[in-house]
């Protein structure tokens, strides 16, 4: 059974940091790209990073301030997320693919989201 659990979200002041981890199971996700997604209230998903083979992509609302990194031996994915704002408030979830990409419909498997929450 191929599964993804993102866990990590929570509520924080603008300006802090919380770290996201995706959980896989059931498959080598080192061989996937590893996408993070977030929806907003009243908005459609975006993406927010994607990571395969040691490369890492960024959209340009998060690039400076979100990293995302792995631990190979956990089979998990992180998402490092600093000097958050307000407007980072969202549903946050990882999904697997089989290379990176922005197009939602390429990623196969999606874990169940997890909420942050960025006061101002």
């Known amino acids: 059974d191929v599964q993804l659990q993102a866990s990590g979200g929570g509520l924080v002041q603008a300006g802090g940091s919380l770290r996201l981890s995706c959980a896989a199971s059931?498959?080598?996700?080192?061989?996937?790209?590893i996408g993070w997604f977030r929806q907003a209230p009243g908005k459609e998903r975006e993406g927010v990073s994607c990571m395969r083979s040691g490369y890492t992509y960024y959209a340009d609302s998060v690039r400076g301030r979100f990293t995302t990194s792995s631990d190979n031996a956990k089979n998990t994915v992180f998402l490092q997320m600093n000097s958050l704002k307000p407007e980072d408030t969202a549903v946050y979830y990882c999904?697997?693919?089989?290379?990176?990409?922005?197009?939602?419909?390429?990623?196969?498997?999606w874990g169940q989201g997890t909420q942050v929450t960025v006061s101002s």
């Open positions: 999904a697997a693919a089989w290379d990176c990409t922005w197009s939602q419909n390429e990623y196969d498997y």
């Open positions: 059931g498959f080598t996700f080192d061989k996937y790209g």
